[in-house]
């Protein structure tokens, strides 16, 4: 199959060629893009009336729908490789660095919005009347990045009036093939949901182990760290007694301070007692659920377990990819939230408060955007509960191991039993050109796919 396919491309690579190969020019279809700029105000119908500023405008308007293009296609494809279960190992490497591209795009957007507002307030009045009721409201492929991105459509600001008061779906502003493709957009697996499902197969939740962690850097309370040796090692059970341990020294901490008078004392105790109270919220599968159904949590408790374990021991050499992935994930929904910023900042200045040319409350409207359009805020929310790496349960050796590289290590080397990464370390790939392929430490089935989660 390959074979054919090479061939093939062999003869298009020299049915190019014959035909005098590509230009540039046509190659990019530049006379086609040069001629899409036409200001409204260059009209036969207004002689002498251009604004010299609408060719600004335009092009701005047009480059940021070329850098939505791009963001699409590098989200499609995240997209893609996430819903092939099990995913290849190779997959989550594609998808952190097609999503650093994506940051380095919203980098840029933000950036430009400096070139439009080198148009003065006056400048952008000579055409602005023009435009109604044009806006960026009715960019289509800005609400595709958002709905694949995996905003809800109960988030959404809405404005305009109804029947019953409320403001009209953003839908409504469309034309109806555009409508059709955004809602279209709604209804197939967002970004969010394919981490979601991604994070609940994360192996290494629960893991059988033949050691004990050691005994000084664990929790005293729990029944895991009493139980046999063979019994599986579930980090979550630890967590929480770290949780405890921490709560119980920032409260004797309190206690024994001797600033502080029997008031201040008090106050700060129900801070920690606030404090635990707000673990439990995560801690408690039956709270988080409830706080899930009060829409003031979106990730299942499941994938939410697993974003803090990759978080917690993101140092561990098969959770260093997964965490790249998760802070890519926040990276992009804080540089969308900065856009929305700057972007209502530039509309305070060119317009004021007045209203947009779609009909919102213009600058307000686009304040209210930054503060409710987010997408991932459970993965912001995560860093409420981490604990100091000083507390974190250490992991037993072989748990360890399973979580690094192993080297050169074939697998039947590898059991519960292997000896720790230090030791893999040793049997590095001879070939100093080749990068050596990392292996499971371990024939256990939850190391088999550590990275495409291939697992549940
Ligand atoms: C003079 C420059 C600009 C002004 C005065 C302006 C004004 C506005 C206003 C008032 C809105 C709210 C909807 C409405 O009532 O019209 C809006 C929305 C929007 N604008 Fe702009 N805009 C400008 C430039 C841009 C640029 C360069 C882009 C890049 C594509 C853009 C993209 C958007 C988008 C995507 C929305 C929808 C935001 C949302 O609903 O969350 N705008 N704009």
Excluded at 228 to 251: G, K, Y
């Amino acid at each position: 199959m390959e074979d054919n396919d090479d061939k093939r491309r062999n003869e298009y690579v020299q049915t190019l060629r014959s035909k005098g190969g590509a230009y540039y020019s046509s190659y990019l279809k530049i006379p086609e893009l040069l001629s899409l700029q036409q200001p409204l105000s260059r009209s036969e119908a207004i002689p002498n009336q251009e604004a010299h500023d609408e060719m600004l405008f335009i092009i701005v308007h047009q480059t940021y729908e070329l850098w939505f293009k791009q963001m699409l296609h590098e989200i499609d494809s995240v997209r893609e490789i996430l819903s092939n279960v099990p995913m290849d190992d190779r997959g989550i490497v594609k998808c952190v660095s097609r999503l650093q591209r994506v940051i380095e795009i919203q980098k840029v957007m933000v950036q430009q919005l400096t070139i439009l507002e080198t148009m003065s307030a006056m400048d952008f009045l000579a055409f602005r009347d023009l435009l109604f009721p044009a806006s960026g409201f009715q960019s289509m492929q800005f609400r595709l990045v958002e709905n694949k991105l995996g905003l809800l459509p109960s988030q959404r600001m809405t404005y305009g009036s109804t029947a019953g008061g409320v403001g009209r779906g953003y839908c409504s502003y469309l034309r109806e093939s555009d409508a059709e493709t955004v809602t279209a957009s709604e209804k197939s697996p967002s970004l969010f949901e394919l981490v979601e499902a991604w994070l609940e197969r994360t192996p290494f939740m629960v893991v059988s182990t033949d050691q004990k962690p050691s005994e000084e850097s664990l929790p005293t309370s729990s029944e895991a760290t009493s139980s046999s040796p063979a019994a599986p090692w579930l980090w979550w059970t630890h967590f929480q007694d770290a949780v405890s341990r921490m709560l119980q020294m920032d409260d004797e901490s309190f206690l024994s301070n001797p600033r502080l008078n029997e008031a201040e004392i008090a106050s700060a105790r129900k801070e920690v007692a606030a404090t635990r109270e707000h673990f439990m919220s995560v801690l408690d599968a039956e709270k988080y659920e409830a706080a899930r159904k009060r829409g003031e949590r979106r990730l299942s408790h499941g994938a939410m377990q697993a974003a803090l374990l990759i978080t917690l021991y993101h140092e561990e050499p098969i959770l260093q990819l997964p965490f790249l992935f998760l802070q890519a994930l926040l990276d992009i929904d804080e540089h969308l939230t900065t856009w929305r910023y700057r972007h209502a900042l530039m509309v305070h200045r060119m317009i004021g408060i007045k209203l947009g040319t779609g009909g919102s409350a213009g600058y307000y409207y686009l304040r209210a955007t930054a503060d409710r359009h987010k997408i991932f805020g459970d993965l912001f929310n995560l860093s409420t509960f981490l604990v100091p790496h000083r507390l974190l349960p250490s992991l037993p050796a072989d748990v360890r191991a399973r979580l690094s590289f192993a080297f050169g290590v074939s697998t039947n080397q590898s059991s519960s039993s292997s000896p720790p990464p230090q030791q893999h370390s040793t049997t590095i790939s001879s070939s100093p050109l080749l990068p050596p392929h990392p292996l499971p430490a371990s024939s256990d089935s939850s190391a088999k796919c550590p990275f495409g989660h291939g697992s549940s």
